[in-house]
């Protein structure tokens, strides 16, 4: 029997389910790729990649628009390689970002838009030369150099403002952006006269407004709220001469990381509705920057419990994963659904899942129920494809996590182990 642990995005299977006791990623059990590449590692469903992102992209149908998938949330080549050859664009926020998509499908490069409050000059030179959809600019100091940059370098540049529209959006404040007291954006009160500056200079074309409220936001009123406010900037725009033809509604969709049953398909839907609904009439090409919604549930990271330990009343569960390969708990507080690989055991008990680093803060769940599982078994982390891998470090001297991608019953290595050699590549002993 084959027991989902999540429902389905639009009727197709979830990434991970259990065939009678035994964790699968699409047909394949959890425990042969643990065996075969070792622990921790991360674990991605490629037909859940594909469905995700055809459901995403099908709930925009009938509205012209582009996904531009947000490198930030997981740049693995192979899964940028896959998005690619569906279509997709990207959002970058980097020189190294937009090298990962030329390096995956230079054709991609015209479906890039650049956001992000700190453009090197660097990096606006090698955007300019490549031909990127959009410059999203978030200060003035970065509108004269990118105007100077493409005088320069005699390249024309699509550009947008992104304006900061002083939402409130329900999400963890370190990712929440859109109020007025974060870094990110130009107050939307000043962007008319920003536009006209950025009008004069003779290599940018003045094509459209970005917006990214947030991340990990599950309700769509906030995105509906700022959408009425840049189709307000967008009417003022036109009437001052600018040819609005784009609307960067940014990213943001949150997941449910509780396991909670909902439809993805449905979420998309309501979703586009209201991004979708205040631009009627207005023929405006909408560019979307999805990342966690895409990739998030696509992943897992599969640890091994080294030590089963005892302080005072508090049970640990020790694992071979630690903050460095996955600090989402540490840094936001945040919950990822912990289940076993093989369910052994129908007793359950209370214990903090924490890892080898030497930090408190280094711990996957506090107090958390979980099926009793011994020393040497696997835990699987779920929802871990967006920003778990793209934010993994060293700490610790620990070589970063393997990467495999499975399709159906087929497994691709798309990471290699990090050794220590890799680790030690770029210092040297003086
Ligand atoms: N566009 C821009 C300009 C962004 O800054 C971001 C995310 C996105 C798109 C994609 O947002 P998404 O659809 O993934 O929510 N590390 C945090 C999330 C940081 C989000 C940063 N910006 C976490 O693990 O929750």
Known sequence: MTKPLKPSASGRPPAFVYSGKKLLCEAVPVAQLAKRFGTPLYVYSSSTIRDRYLTFDGAFKGSPHTVCYSVKANSNLSILKLLASMGSGFDIVSGGELERVLRVD?????????????KTQEEIDLALKTGILMFNIESEGEAELLGARASKLKKHARVALRVNPDVFAETHPYISTGLHKHKFGIPIADARQIYRKLAKMRYLDVAGISVHIGSQITSVDPFNAAMERLVELAVNLRRDGHDIRY??????????????????????????????????????????????????????????????????????????????????????????????????????????????????????????????????????????????????????????????????????????????DDQVRTESVR
């Open 106 to 118: 230079k054709k991609a490069a015209h479906r890039v838009v650049f956001s992000g409050v700190g």
């Open 247 to 420: 609307i960067d509604c940014g990213g943001g969709l949150g997941i449910h990381y509780h396991g909670e049953h909902t439809d993805f398909a449905q979420t998309a839907q309501r979703y586009a509705l209201a991004v979708i609904k205040p631009l009627s009439g207005l023929g405006i090409h909408l560019l979307l920057e999805p990342g966690r919604a895409i990739i998030g549930p696509c992943g897992a990271l599969i640890t091994r419990v080294l030590y089963r330990k005892r302080n005072g009343d508090k049970n640990f569960l020790v694992v071979d994963a630690g903050m460095n390969d996955l600090i989402r708990p540490s840094l936001y507080s945040a919950y990822h659904e912990i289940v076993p690989v093989e369910l052994s055991s129908r007793k359950r008990e209370t214990v903090d899942v924490v890892g080898p680093i030497c930090e408190t803060g280094d711990f996957f769940a506090r107090d958390r129920e979980l099926p009793v599982v011994g020393s040497g078994d696997l835990v699987a982390l779920l929802d871990a494809g967006a920003y778990g891998m793209s934010i993994s470090s060293n700490y610790n001297t620990r070589g970063r996590a393997a990467e495999v991608m499975v399709s159906g019953k087929q497994t691709k290595l798309v990471r290699r182990r990090e050794t220590f």
